[in-house]
Each structure stands twice: as C-alpha cells, then as structure tokens.
C-alpha cells in the first residue's frame, strides 16, 4: 500500500497543505471544524507526519523532553513516580505524534547544569518538562530558560507567574487525610517529613498543621520526625515515634516510601495495624496496595500532571495570551486497610 501524503491528506479534508500542517503541528487559531476535519482525515487514510521534516521546518525536533532526578543514583525517592510521569508524558507525546526523550540525571551534579544545556542543544527539543526537586532549584530552571527552549516545571512547590507549571493541591489534600484521622479519634496524629529539597512536600507538612487546626487539635514538634523520602529513613523515624513511652496512634509520612516502612515496623514491634496504629501516605504508588495492610494514602495525580505538561508544551499553551499560570490537577484521598478507630 502506498504511503499517504500531506497531499492526500489536504485532498480528502478539502483544505490547503499548509493548513494540515498546521493541525498536525498543533497550531492555535484553527477553525474546531477545520481540526476534525483534518484529523478525520489523516486517521482515515492512516498518515503518520515525517519526524525529521517536521523538525526542519520548525528548527527543533517534535520531541519532549522529560528530566528527572535519577532514583538510581541512590535511594530517595521510589521509581514508583518515575513511572507515572512517563506514562503521562508518553500518553501525551502519541497522540500528537511526538517522541520523548527521558533524562534521569543526580541533582547533586555540579556540572547539572551543563549536562542539561548540552542535552538540549544536541536534541533541539520542542520542550522540557522539569520535575521535582529540579523544578525547585532555580539555577537549573534558569540554564534552560537561557537556551530559549520552552519549559513546564512539574511540582515546583510554589507557582510563579512567569512560567509555566503543573502541579497538585498538596497542602489542601494533606490538611483533608489529617481531618480524616482526627475524625476516626486520633489524637495523637504524628507526621513524617520529607526531603527539604523538594518544595511540594513542604507543603504537605503545613497541609498536616492545617488540618490539624481545623480538627481543634494542638500542633506539637514532639509528633513531627524527619524523613528524606526514603523507605530507610522511614524506619529510622517509625522507630523513634513508636520507641516513646507515649507514642502517637496515628502516623502520617509524606510519601508511601515513609509510610510503608511504618508499616514494618510496627510489624517488627508486634504493633497491630490499624487496630493500635494507623498510618497513611502520599502518592500512591504500587507498593501502597502491596504491602500488608494495604495502605491509606493520598492519589498523587502524577501521569495526568505529567500529561498535561506535555500538552502546555506540544498545544503551544506557551504562545497564548496569559497562558503562564499553574495548572492544578487535584489528587484524591484512598482509604484502605491501615487506618481505623483510634485504639480505646
């Protein structure tokens, strides 16, 4: 079978070639019409656009580019995220018809900087997406703004007007899972923080003190212990809070990493979860329904956060008027096995 062309594409449509590609190129100012009519048109004759002459003609390649902070180089935080993030990206990149170009790197780097801008003048992408705790650390935004290469940051923890950025209502969502515990009639709710480097689970932590406001309940440092994100750190911590003569009936980790390890200690403790224990995470990775009990978390909305990066950057979000701004995606409590009445 003949391969189809633009050409047959714009005869079938009844539309010019230079509008096709505008369509295929995700251009703004396209009659929603003319858009179906196109895009009716180029599923039905099964035309796939040339990756490399489309890259000509724009001067960058239809690619996006994903950076991310390698889980490799060392244990925080869990792939688990990593996952999400290019499931969305890629969910995004095909129906466009864009590659993606993933670039797990060690913030810790001190030639990150470098390493980005080099990546990104070999590749001439179409755009970045930064996650976190990239997207906190301005330096390394400010090396990819200066390439001039379009860029969404991913949980930057603090939007900024100037850019463009995709993230989930962290501090609204951990205040609402502390309400939930206190509601079951914990009083003693203690909360496990995460790695200082990554400002959205910052906001976790004041999202744990807002809830516990809300619910009458007084704030003390006593019940606070810090993580790293990690699955070692949360037994570290799990540790000290369940070693007190008084310790807490209820945990609350930053992540599931954190709060799966919880779970093993308790365990290792003889501490029956959720009958003398409750313990709830964040982000709802695989290991949350793996573990036993299946863990209480927050759904982190990664692959859809990931997803409608991609999309800021391959529908041209950037080129329209007011378009830099956050774009919230909101996560969703999951309540499961690990948590129940407090004990008495």
Known sequence: MTKATIDDVAALAGVSMKTVSRVVNREPNVRESTRTRVEAAIE???YRPNPSARGLASHRAHLVGLIYDDPSAYEIPSAGYVISMQQGTLRACRNAHYELLIHPCNYRNRNLESEITDLIEHARPSGIILAAPLSNIPRIVRSIESTGTPLVCLSPGKPDAKRLSVATNDREICAEMTRYLASLGHTKIAFITGHPDHKAVANRFLGYQDGLQQSGLKYTEKLVVHGDNSFDSGVVCARRLLGRKHPPTAIFAANDDMAAAAIHVADRLGIKVPDKLSIAGFDDISLARQ??????????PLSRMAETAAHMLIDGKRNEPGAAASAIVPA???????TGPAPG
Not at 291 to 300: A, E, K, M, S
Not at 332 to 337: A, F, G, K, T
Request: hydrophobic fraction near 35%; aromatic fraction near 4%.
């Open 44 to 46: 039905q004759l099964h």
């Open 332 to 338: 969703s409590l999951q309540i499961r096995d690990s």
């Open 291 to 300: 573990v036993f009990p299946t863990l209480t978390t927050i759904r982190q």
